[in-house]
């Protein structure tokens, strides 16, 4: 399998997303693979927030929580953003070919 993505968590471990949208976790010697997918894209990219692992295609967005990958539960107009995430000064950014909106970790705001 390919490697797409990489994600260093606050967890603890590196998340790996690879080909079909399959996730490794792991540190050091010990990984092993918690989902396993037959997604068309894979993760364009995966960022530590808000206490979990977000994850991003231009299908939508997921995040990982207790070892356990999950559509997010975002509005509609958020995951129309959907392509590729960013972390900085405290917020997170979504954005992909139909906009961009950022999160703060309580609201979203569309800002494109």
Not at 16 to 31: A, K
């Amino acid at each position: 399998m390919y490697f797409e993505s990489v994600c260093c968590a606050g967890d603890g471990y590196v998340y790996i997303g690879m080909q079909s949208g399959s996730v490794m976790r792991g540190r050091e010697d010990s990984w092993e693979i918690i989902h396993r997918d037959e997604m068309t894209l894979a993760f364009k990219d995966m960022v530590w927030y808000d206490g979990k692992v977000w994850c991003t295609s231009d299908y939508g967005l997921w995040v990982i929580e207790n070892g356990k990958l999950k559509e997010a539960d975002v509005p509609p107009e958020v995951t129309s953003c959907s392509g590729n995430l960013s972390v900085g000064d405290g917020v997170m950014l979504l954005a992909g070919m139909y906009g961009a909106t950022v999160y703060d970790g309580r609201e979203w705001q569309r800002i494109l």
